[in-house]
């Protein structure tokens, strides 16, 4: 019987061999345009999914309530980490994240080198794998240096970097660095990116702005310290009761909970 069926299917599609053509070639079309936006959302998807803990850290922003509209932003003045982390009893961790240089000095030689200016909790909140050098604390010192696998075979060849001297100019003033630590290089999908990484203190104009919230120029990263309570300012800064009450208000177009204009902490956005 279906051997029969199968026969008449063949002869009736060779019949109408326009037509067969014309759905094979829009068949194979759907197909490959599904299989490409399925792939294009697994990708999406897998971002950030090395970092061990990316499930508690959060991305600072700051909201305003101005007469205009409510307005966000997601940078900071550099007492900013320091303080979230020392009078928020549920930050862990935190760390700030600035643009540093783009190039290094190696024996006269300039490379282009992405250098970014993190705290010290940056590789204790990120994964990323050390594969030579100090693992322990490479960032303790503010003449501490890491780099990528990538940019230690750009800047030395073959040579052992761990040790070596490098200067570079963060924000015009021009300091010599030491390679302590070589990391792995990372995947594609991964958000937060850098050739190299060093202390934000070596900035030019961080003596003189340290203590000033009003200027404003890096993103701040935390972790949460996994408590968990419930209420408006719940310790693990989910914030799960501030977009409630943003919501229900904007639904019924009438402030019927009150709603902090300055909440500080948001989602950083990695996937699960």
Known sequence: MFGNYFSITLRRLFRNKLHTSINLVGLFIGFTIGIMVLLAVYGQFSYDRDHVNRKRIFMAYQFFNKPAGEETGNVFGYPAAPTFKAEVPAIEKATRFMYGSNSVLYNDKEVDVS??????????????????????????????????????????????????????????????????????????????????????????????????????????????????????????????????????????????????????????????
């Open 115 to 272: 250098t970014m200016m993190v705290d010290e909790d940056f590789l204790k909140m990120f994964t990323y794998t050390i594969v030579r050098g100090n693992k322990v604390s490479p960032l303790q010192s503010l003449t501490d240096v890491v780099i990528t696998e990538g940019t230690a075979k750009k800047i030395f060849g073959k040579e052992d970097p761990i040790g070596k001297s490098i200067r570079s100019s963060y924000g015009g003033k021009e300091k010599e660095m030491t390679v302590v630590a070589v990391l792995k290089d990372f995947a594609n999908n991964t958000s937060i990116r850098f050739d190299a990484l060093t202390r934000i203190e070596n900035n030019a104009g961080y003596a003189s702005d340290k203590n000033k919230w009003d200027n404003q120029h890096h993103s701040v990263f935390i972790q949460n310290a996994e408590k968990h309570t419930h209420g408006f300012n719940a310790a693990d800064l989910s914030l799960g009761p501030y977009r409630n009450a943003v919501i229900i208000n904007s639904m019924l177009g009438r402030d019927y909970y009150p709603v902090d204009g300055n909440t500080a902490f948001q989602h950083f956005g990695m996937t699960d």
